[in-house]
DNA sequence: AATAAAATGAGAATCATTCTCAAAAGAAGA
DNA sequence: TCTTCTTTTGAGAATGATTCTCATTTTATT
């Protein structure tokens, strides 16, 4: 946690802006998370721990967690967008299964090696992935089979 | 264009659904575009060209064509949903220069069967898959070098 | 033509996200 | 600590894509 306050502060000063109280428990309150969420979620929980922190506020520091390389955008969630931390997680994919909604993670530092050395090759500087895959979970699978 | 109409009309036939001539311009028009479309802009085309199809329409045919497996959403770009047609069409991703917004495409044919390993691996049966890379275009690097 | 099921258009309703602006908080110096 | 300047914040209004409603029209079938 030290670690993540002091890289969004030191993204915040080169911007000239400020490491306030309420970026602070927007920041602490994501890295409590360890699932997805969307902005909505983030508010009602920081509300319940009775913070104060409004809804616009939290809108407005999503972008700057996301800048600064903090979180990233996940997948988008009858029509939200969603965002996970980054911070320390190995590089995922997320699946998700279009009969349960069941949303799961996958490996893919073989796949980004592949996307790095195309994108080389048509000379573009890669700088973010986003990769989700959807079909069937193996649960669905099976309650479908045994009808 | 007759192999995507019949693909279509037995898709909704399968549904009980009815081939009309609203999702008749709706298919043709989809297929005359080369570039990603969003539902706006597909219905502005309709429109130019005299026919009449309800902003309703569209947004209701835009669904069935993705079940059909005709079209396939793309980049979300500038909040809106975007689509292209699949058919005949190589998997293939998107990137887009985070600097002046253009869009391009690489082959994924290999990150596919990297992904369908996975995938079986985890014992998911893996049906679509969305791939987005974000970055700087060569131009936008070249115009930001030498400055 | 008659009937029943499905589709359509027009605009209202939703709902996530963004914007506005007056009041509050933070930083830096005297 | 008091000032001053800049950035932030909260509350709610505004925006804008997408979805929904429902009366009317099409389509397919008899």
Known sequence: MRNQASI???????RGLKFTRARQLILETVFSLHEHFDAEQLY???HKVS????RATVYRTL?????????????RSEAR???EHIYGHPR????????CGAVGETEIQDVLKLLQAKARAQNFALEEVSL??????WKCRNANESQ
Do not use: M, Y
């Not at 969004?8 to 080169?14: P, R, S, T, V, W």
């Not at 913070?51 to 409004?54: A, L, M, Q, T, W």
């Not at 989700?132 to 979970?137: E, I, K, L, M």
């Open 8 to 14: 969004f502060e030191a993204f915040l000063d080169g």
């Open 44 to 46: 009602d929980i920081i």
């Open 51 to 54: 913070r104060d922190v409004s």
């Open 63 to 75: 972008p700057l967690l996301v800048e600064a390389g903090l979180i990233q955008k996940s997948v």
């Open 81 to 83: 967008d969603t965002f």
């Open 92 to 99: 995922h994919a997320h699946w998700v299964c279009k009969v």
């Open 132 to 137: 989700a895959v959807s079909g069937v979970c």
